[in-house]
């Protein structure tokens, strides 16, 4: 990616490149999941300097937007990915580009993944036009980490992400559970299982019918 003037970005990362989009289709972002021989390189570096090494990188442009090869707008980076489905009814969210990746091809539903789980309120915002854009969309599940039953941050976000859409009332609130061995849903699905998706309030399901909750 470049910003249109021959000014190439991250030329000392290489690895793997994913797009984030938001959810109007925009491109706000490039994430580049670094290879191991890259991760070794920096990590080498950045001790030197006693700095602690990063596992990924989100290019970003706070001045003006970016250009892509092919001619397409670029904003400043945000702090979620959009995977879209006109057919579905779901919206799932969890944390990560690989996780949301692995989610939307692996349920062909919508999905939101947000860049840490302290970004939860990004997801929110983004579930609620999301809904308001497409009728479709009746339920939201929600698949943050199994470190959610140790990691007190994750916990804590995680409360308060379902904590609004309840008290919201828009959407049928779910969460995705499963076996804590595996710590993300893409470490899940990867081994060929899948989440059970579990009603979290009842109030929400009234006047609902019950195939749309559980999504069969």
């Not at 559970?177 to 595996?182: I, K, L, N, V």
């Amino acid at each position: 990616f470049c910003r249109g003037d021959d000014y190439y970005l991250n030329l000392n990362y290489w690895g793997m490149a994913a797009a984030c989009v938001n959810e109007d289709d925009q491109i706000i972002g490039v994430e580049i999941r670094l290879s191991d021989a890259c991760k070794q390189f920096h990590a080498e570096r950045m001790i030197a300097k006693g700095q602690e090494p990063g596992k990924f990188l989100l290019e970003k442009s706070v001045y003006r937007p970016l250009t892509s090869p092919w001619g397409a707008k670029i904003k400043p980076w945000q702090k979620l990915s959009v995977w879209k489905s006109k057919k579905s009814n779901t919206i799932w969210i969890t944390e990560g580009l690989k996780k949301g990746q692995a989610l939307h091809e692996h349920t062909k539903d919508n999905v939101i993944s947000i860049i840490g789980v302290g970004n939860w309120m990004e997801a929110y915002k983004t579930a609620i036009k999301m809904r308001h854009n497409n009728s479709k969309i009746t339920r939201v599940v929600v698949a943050f980490d199994m470190d959610r039953l140790t990691n007190p941050a994750v916990k804590s976000a995680h409360e308060k992400l379902i904590e609004y859409f309840v008290e919201t009332g828009t959407l049928a609130v779910c969460e995705a559970q499963w076996d804590e061995a595996y710590k993300g849903v893409d470490d899940l699905m990867n081994a060929g299982m899948t989440p059970k998706v579990v009603p979290l309030d009842n109030r929400v399901y009234e006047g609902i019918d019950e195939a749309i909750v559980t999504g069969k």
